[in-house]
């Protein structure tokens, strides 16, 4: 069956801001829930249509814009919403686009080459690296960073809310597949997750079961222009194990619910 997200078309916008509340610090970020590929980037894939979808179904993290916007919904404050709005294959907005991606070892910095199972996914090295930078990664890391810019001036303060799911079985591409693979896994940066954010995460997750730090993936997003120099933004990252809300790979169950009113509870105790 394909599941192709289909609600961005080619010539739009590569991501979304959903206004919350003036008053909220709260920014949701969704980076890895579409499986939109623009048609011209495809066609320097080296997938066929069957082995795309399937490839779809592994590295996106499937109804996660869903959870976002269940748990904005539901809180007392609505969170803003910052939601990309192509499919990681196009470009990972959360990589570094250099040498300091340690992903880059196994094909997967900011313009994969690999796939999950370590099969070619483009040329390497991409012809089309610098245009796909150009085109999608460097205008989301504006946008986002005006995102944080504009909390800030609001509020004072910004929250960042990674909004993730991993596979309940390790993938070749990972890095620390044997790492523990708790229900919930929250992902922090010694700078940017103040220790009254991550309990405040682990009090809120807890109906999910355990929450482990930084196991398997770790840290968090924060627009360069802060990082590790404005104390004012705060951020973590939230990687749900897929079976606690989906028949894997990509069919939401009962947990999906569940898993929404947790992160609503996060976002209402952050302000």
């Known amino acids: 069956m394909d599941t192709t997200d289909r609600s961005a078309q080619d010539a739009g916008p590569g991501h979304r801001i959903v206004p919350g509340d003036p008053a909220s610090p709260v920014i949701l970020h969704v980076p890895h829930g579409s499986r939109t590929v623009p048609s011209p980037v495809r066609a320097g894939l080296l997938l066929d249509a069957a082995a795309l979808e399937r490839e779809l179904d592994l590295i996106t993290d499937a109804h996660t814009q869903d959870l976002a916007e269940r748990a904005a919904r539901a809180a007392p404050v609505t969170p803003w919403r910052f939601v990309n709005e192509r499919s990681r294959l196009v470009v990972d907005p959360e990589r570094f686009p250099d040498a300091r991606e340690e992903m880059r070892a196994v094909g997967m910095?900011?313009?994969?080459?690999?796939?999950?199972?370590?099969?070619?996914?483009?040329?390497?090295?991409?012809?089309d690296e610098e245009s796909l930078l150009a085109t999608y990664f460097h205008p989301y890391a504006?946008?986002?960073?005006?995102?944080?810019?504009?909390?800030?001036?609001?509020?004072?303060?910004?929250?960042?809310?990674?909004?993730?799911?991993?596979?309940?079985?390790?993938?070749?591409?990972?890095?620390?597949?044997?790492?523990?693979?708790?229900?919930?896994?929250?992902?922090?940066?010694p700078f940017h997750t103040p220790p009254t954010l991550l309990a405040l995460a682990r009090e809120a997750f807890a109906p999910l079961g355990e929450s482990g730090l930084n196991t398997p993936f770790a840290g968090t997003y924060v627009p360069l222009r802060h990082y590790g120099s404005d104390a004012r933004v705060s951020?973590?990252?939230?990687?749900?194990?897929?079976?606690?809300?989906?028949?894997?790979?990509?069919?939401?169950?009962?947990?999906?619910?569940?898993?929404?009113?947790?992160?609503?509870?996060?976002?209402?105790?952050?302000?």
Request: glycine residues 6%; proline residues 11%; charged residues 25%.
């Open 109 to 127: 910095g900011a313009v994969y080459t690999r796939t999950t199972q370590r099969a070619p996914l483009r040329p390497e090295p991409p012809a």
């Open 142 to 189: 504006r946008a986002m960073t005006r995102a944080v810019d504009d909390r800030l001036a609001a509020t004072g303060r910004a929250v960042v809310i990674d909004v993730h799911s991993y596979p309940s079985r390790a993938l070749p591409y990972e890095l620390h597949g044997t790492d523990p693979r708790p229900p919930v896994c929250l992902g922090t940066d």
């Open 235 to 271: 951020a973590l990252m939230l990687e749900l194990r897929r079976d606690v809300y989906l028949d894997e790979p990509v069919t939401p169950h009962d947990g999906l619910a569940k898993a929404a009113s947790c992160l609503a509870h996060l976002v209402e105790a952050c302000g």
